[in-house]
């Protein structure tokens, strides 16, 4: 059984202010400790960035935030595999790769947690595989919680969003775990 490790938009991009105010700043910190984990094991490790077909996003070619963070940058013969949608596994050869590896179960970390994050850990879910949530090596944005639908709902915090979503995502698609117990379990 192989578990392989999946990095989803941990882009320069998203330190842009046009996102607002976010959650868990140390996200990127254990993202790069999984990194180290996976890589120490020899164990699969998939970086997946977004590339935005809008030009006013920071993540389109024309804004310069596509680069992967440094702490989590791609090495070696690490693929690096684009993607246009929330999903990691629309428009990419990802379902392929992991399948090629043999690959059961995956671990999943990065940003943003209510979109890209979630999606791609639903669509895992629902692809067969095994997924554990790296939950602190996530975050969410405050520009996340749109209440122009019902203005009457009171606004979400970023900190708000995170928590919602992992609770909806934790037992029925997957399980939502800290860095620490991951890399205590694959080690």
Known sequence: MTRALILIDIQEGMDS??????NNPDAEDNAAR????FRALGAPV????HISARSDSPLHPSQGGNAIKAAVAPQDEEPVLEKSTNSAFI????????NALGTEDVVIAGLSTPQCISTSMRMAA???????L????????ETHARSDWAASLPAMSAQQ???????????EFGTART????LKDIT
């Open 17 to 22: 202010p046009l996102w607002g105010a976010r």
């Open 34 to 37: 999984l990194l180290a984990g």
């Open 46 to 49: 998939i970086h997946v960035r």
């Open 91 to 98: 428009g990419t050869d990802l379902e392929a790769r992991l």
């Open 126 to 132: 629902n692809l067969g595989f095994d997924v554990w």
């Open 134 to 141: 790296a939950h602190d090596a996530c975050a969410a944005f």
């Open 161 to 171: 969003i995170h928590d919602a979503e992992v609770s909806m995502l934790h037992g």
């Open 179 to 182: 860095t620490s117990a991951i």
